[in-house]
């Protein structure tokens, strides 16, 4: 019954996963969480500012939101950038009225472009993630080792260098990596990734150069794929919003805190006949008691996992 | 290439002999969890890419799928567990190696465990059939030996098939089960009551449905539904499956995943959508083996009859 093809031949078939990234671990056997003043959810926002390059190179996937038009899209180049001008202070406005501090992704070329929104968002002491160079620098085995290294050097460089904060965290533009990447982004102290979305809480992970801390960033809830990808109503946005925040809160009861992780888009979220869904949402999620609004950084630390 | 793969006869869904289920229930409701790993970075089989959206890795895909073993697979168990659901888990065999915890948690709640091949990364395509014989034996071989039970399903590993795919799990199957372990495959989706197959050893085997309709990832990922018009389209196809039960016993299959139907957003409208299938008197919760031997005991042979008397068609 041996065979030689390789389709049957399974290197990897063993107890845990089939990589070494991290240990193979269920939810439920794990200690119960505490988060800070007996809370049950830990609510962390994030919002992403994002630079799309009208002339777009790599068509490896389609980035969300990324141009699709023939050159010159003019339509949804301008439409990304209406969420830098327009949307991101509608946001601000309304995550400061519910008393949310989120975490701000950040290409390193936005910040390069939009100084006064890079001020802005400085002055206001919001923690900002490295989110890539752009929109059209993508993370994944297609491109050279040497060439997604200096992408990441020059994001985490630039973006200290221009906010003067420590930038300790990474979602990747697209949420894709190569095989290095993991690597390749502790070399460049960088502290914890949001691009797995394989765990409901903060988790440690492994790489040749040092241990990072995964931080999943739902997909699965963020705007760009409820609305853009599944083409669901903004009410229907909220409704699994909520639900997902009561669900969680419930589990809680009797498995220890949770983490309920809001991805938002400006140029999506911020339009006007959206942002009054956003407003309502995020006022009826930190109306529970149980719901603790904090950012990225602060969930890790309380998590309990080292970065 | 066939234009029809011969696998069974015109049958209408009319003037059938009335099957009847165990206590005169109406509707045989099952859940099919589908247990499955997607390797980091498979093989490329020539006829199916794994990882679509992107050269491997594919972080998005594979980490929303290892998040359903995580942390999806107990949050499934505990919502079938308040309806007193036994699962019949689509299984994918390498998980008992990986993820040995999920098959032990399976075991305590009396879960059928049927194939669902070696790997969900691996296909039935660009393989001989001494080859997937081969992947077949695998994945019999270690619900056997790890989950402690005769396979009697099977679903082919990301629906992939050959011509002979049903031919080869009947005469695995027989090989190790012998001539009268009931057998099924609820690889077809032509109809919602179970039909005799042909296969070309004459073993005796049945189809079993599961509906694609209903299935979460179809519906969530291909369909693009929200979670209420899941909710209520599981509920809308079992009050028609509910009714016409009454002339002659109806299959309800709703096959899920750890990884769609039991994420946070989504577990309410799945919750309450059992909560009203179970709150109806003539359901029989039963699974896949246990709907597959009541049809082979009591009701296959008259099906036989009543298809061979009919005009016939395919």
């Known amino acids: 019954m041996t065979t030689k093809n390789p389709l049957l031949q399974y290197a990897h078939r063993r107890y845990g996963m089939d990589h070494d990234r991290y240990e193979w671990s269920m939810l439920k056997d794990r200690p119960a969480i505490e988060w800070p003043a007996g809370k049950k959810v830990a609510l962390w926002v994030n919002v992403s500012l994002q630079f ?66 890079r001020q802005r968002i400085v002055d206001r002491g919001d923690e900002i993630i490295a989110h890539g160079l752009n929109m059209d620098a993508l993370h994944h085995s297609g491109i050279d080792p040497t060439l997604e290294s200096e992408r990441i050097k020059t994001t985490v460089d630039t ?57 999943p960033l739902s997909t699965e809830l963020e705007d760009t794929h409820i609305l853009m990808n599944n083409l669901h109503s903004e009410d229907s946005y909220v409704e699994q919003v909520e639900d997902a925040c009561r669900f969680l809160l419930t589990e809680a009861e009797t ?53 | 290439m066939k234009a029809d793969p011969q696998f069974y006869d015109y049958w209408a869904y009319e ?27 498979p093989p490329k089989n020539p006829f199916r890419t794994p990882w679509k959206r992107t050269p491997n890795p594919d972080i998005a895909g594979y980490s929303i799928r290892d998040y359903g073993n995580r942390v999806g697979a107990e949050r499934q168990m505990a919502i079938l567990d308040r309806f007193g659901i036994r699962a019949s888990v689509s299984l994918s065999a390498a998980l008992c190696d990986h993820h040995p915890e999920i098959i032990e948690m399976c075991k305590a709640r009396d879960y059928e465990l049927f194939s669902h091949g070696v790997y969900n990364t691996r296909y039935n395509y660009a393989l001989s059939e001494q080859e997937e014989r081969t992947m077949l034996r695998d994945s019999i071989e270690a619900i056997l030996e790890k989950g402690g039970q005769a396979c009697s399903g099977y679903l082919a590993p990301a629906l992939s098939h050959s011509e002979h795919t049903l031919d080869l799990f009947a005469e695995v199957s027989t ?6 372990a009931p057998l099924y495959s609820c690889d077809l989706f032509h109809d919602d009551q179970p039909t005799p197959l042909r296969t070309r050893s004459g073993r005796r085997l049945v189809s079993i449905p599961y509906s694609l309709e209903l299935n979460d990832t179809i519906a969530y990922v291909v369909n693009k539904v929200t979670p209420r018009r899941y909710g209520q389209m599981l509920r809308d196809a079992f009050d028609v499956l509910y009714a016409e039960g009454a002339e002659s016993g109806t299959v309800m299959c709703i096959p899920t995943h750890n990884y769609q139907v039991t994420c946070p957003h989504r577990a309410a409208a799945f919750t309450e959508a059992l909560e009203y299938i179970t709150g109806h008197e003539d359901v029989w919760l039963a699974t896949g083996r246990e709907i597959a031997a009541h049809f082979l005991d009591h009701h296959y042979d008259e099906a036989q009859a009543a298809i061979a008397a009919g005009l016939g068609g395919t």
């Open chain 2, 175 to 180: 090989e190790f089960f012998g001539p009268d």
């Open chain 1, 52 to 117: 799309f390059p009208l002339a777009q190179t790599d068509k490896t996937f389609p980035v969300p939101g990324g141009m699709r038009m023939p050159y010159p899209d003019l339509r949804h180049f301008s439409l990304r950038d209406y969420g830098n001008r327009v949307g991101i202070y509608r946001i601000l406005k309304v995550l400061d009225a519910h008393g949310i501090k989120p975490t701000i992704a950040m290409n390193a070329d936005l910040a390069t472009r939009c100084p006064a929104l």
């Open chain 1, 255 to 307: 498995q220890g805190g949770r983490m309920l992780a809001l991805s938002i888009h400006p140029w999506l979220m911020g339009q006007p006949h959206r942002i009054g869904k956003l407003d309502a949402l995020l006022g009826r999620l930190t109306d529970h008691e149980g719901v603790w609004s904090a950012t990225a950084s602060e969930i890790i630390a309380a998590s309990g996992v080292r970065v």
């Open chain 1, 159 to 215: 973006l200290r260098d221009l906010t003067g904060q420590a930038i300790e965290g990474w979602l990747s533009p697209g949420k894709s990596q190569s095989f290095d990447t993991p690597d390749l982004l502790a070399e460049h102290g960088i502290g914890y990734q949001c691009d797995w979305v394989n765990d409901a809480l903060p988790y440690a992970f492994r790489t040749r150069n040092g241990p990072l801390v995964a931080m």
């Open chain 2, 15 to 41: 003037n059938r002999p009335r099957i009847q289920w165990p206590n005169g229930a109406k509707v045989a409701l099952w859940v099919a969890p589908n247990f499955e790993y997607y390797e980091f970075d």
